[in-house]
């Protein structure tokens, strides 16, 4: 019996069309543990994230990146819980997420963590264009992370990110397989946006 295979499409259900980068994306395990990278493409991620919307334009994403095979990509991985690192090791790259909290005075960013926020959804976005999967992750040691990295006071590092592509057909592991294909689901509109006071659906 053949392995079912990774699924490339898996459209978000939604109640009107959303443009397709955003109703493709969703974030698989199975990924190519062959597959790279490449360097324009990982430019464009960041670049990306470069220009997402920041208070103030205070810029407060900062990220560390490292391509599979090389010493980085191998700090990162270390710092993963066990369950992720089982899959993430097939990863093209990964990217450790980091906000900057305090400027150069000392003082504390105002929305430094919503900044990393929107600047690593531009990178996830950015990621479908270039035909690239990504999976994000809180599942990581934010002190070891710290401590490997040598990172700065006013520093905190707060998401992983895997970037790939899926894995061939039968390539991956069946309860990678299995994970992917559960369905995707997200609460209704009338659960999540309100409208002339709370709890009254807007739509």
Same mark, same amino acid.
């Given at each position: 019996m053949t392995d079912p295979a990774p699924q490339s499409d898996r459209h978000a259900a939604t109640s009107v069309p959303l443009h397709p980068l955003l109703a493709q994306r969703w974030s698989p395990r199975a990924l190519d543990p062959t597959a790279e990278v490449g360097e324009d493409q990982l430019r464009a991620l960041f670049e990306a994230a470069r220009w997402a919307p920041s208070w103030g334009n205070t810029q407060p994403a900062r990220f560390l990146v490292g391509r599979r095979g090389d010493a980085t990509f191998q700090c990162i991985h270390d710092t993963l819980v066990p369950g992720n690192q089982a899959w993430a090791a097939a990863s093209g *790259?990964?990217?450790?997420?980091v906000a900057a909290t305090h400027d150069h005075a000392g003082d504390p960013l105002p929305y430094a963590e919503y900044g990393l926020a929107l600047a690593t959804q531009n990178l996830v976005v950015q990621a479908m264009a270039e035909g690239l999967f990504t999976h994000q992750m809180a599942g990581f040691d934010q002190e070891a992370a710290r401590k490997v990295f040598e990172l700065p006071e006013g520093f905190q590092p707060l998401v992983v990110v895997a970037v790939g592509?899926? *894995?061939?057909?039968?390539a991956a592991p069946a309860e990678l397989v299995e994970r992917d294909a559960r369905p995707r689901s997200r609460k209704p509109l009338s659960e999540l946006v309100f409208g002339p006071g709370w709890g009254v659906p807007a739509f």
């Open positions: *790259a990964l990217v450790l997420g592509t899926l *894995a061939e057909p039968g």
